[in-house]
């Protein structure tokens, strides 16, 4: 099974601040990751697909890069509707993983 | 309206069984693979299972392996996961999802 490490597992930033997530992969994905957006007591939203696709309607201070291991996940303005806790999961091949998530307070 | 809607969660005792529904609807249901996924506070999300468009092919979590059986039906564009010899550690909320796609999830609960 290919397993996904997140970091950091929370974090604290102000109001317009750029925020950036990582997610690892112990094998090569490819670019097959998702990035999801959980706010408390809702189901996953799928954010970015491919590891860089912003999903239409997604507002484009969300963004993502990387292939292969190495992801990133970036929020470039900080606002009061991101507080959630966000999700890498892969889709390269079953069984399909997800890293633990990072929880994102404003400070 | 794009939506998917599990029912079927609840409370049962160790051994016991539930077989839990997503009805799905506003898009070609037949055309893609469901997956059941679900949550813990303890362990995260955890992909459970997945089926085929067609319904042919199913794929199982390790940890599920013979006791859950994912199955549907296209034509009343419904998914399910009947659940056997539940366990404790299967306590978590359902989804039924495809990548960009999730319902709001049953609760099932596994205690005596």
């Known amino acids: 099974d290919i397993q996904m490490t997140q970091s950091p597992s929370s974090l604290s930033a102000s109001v317009g601040e750029r925020v950036t997530i990582t997610c690892q992969a112990n094998?090569?994905?490819?670019?097959?990751l998702n990035w999801y957006q959980q706010k408390e007591g809702k189901a996953p939203k799928l954010l970015i697909y491919?590891?860089?696709n912003l999903r239409t309607g997604v507002p484009s201070r969300f963004s993502g890069s990387g292939s292969g291991t190495d992801f990133s996940f970036t929020i470039s303005s900080l606002q009061p509707d991101d507080i959630a806790t966000y999700y890498c999961q892969h889709y390269h091949n079953l069984p399909l993983t997800f890293g633990g998530g990072t929880k994102v307070e404003i400070k | 309206e794009v939506q998917v809607f599990e029912s079927g969660g609840g409370l049962v005792q160790p051994g016991g069984s539930l077989k839990l529904s997503c009805a799905a609807s506003?898009?070609?249901?037949?055309?893609?693979?469901m997956n059941w996924v679900r949550q813990t506070p303890g362990k995260g999300l955890e992909w459970v299972s997945a089926?085929?468009?067609?319904?042919?092919?199913?794929y199982y979590a390790d940890s599920v392996k013979g006791r859950f059986t994912i199955s549907r039906d296209n034509a009343k564009t419904t998914l399910y996961l009947q659940m056997n010899s539940l366990r404790a550690d299967d306590t978590a909320i359902y989804y039924c999802?495809?990548?960009?796609?999730w319902g709001q999830g049953t609760l099932v609960a596994v205690s005596s």
């Open positions: 506003g898009f070609a249901f037949s055309s893609y693979v």
């Open positions: 089926i085929s468009a067609g319904g042919d092919i199913p």
């Open positions: 094998q090569d994905i490819k670019k097959y």
């Open positions: 999802a495809t990548s960009n796609l």
């Open positions: 491919g590891a860089s």
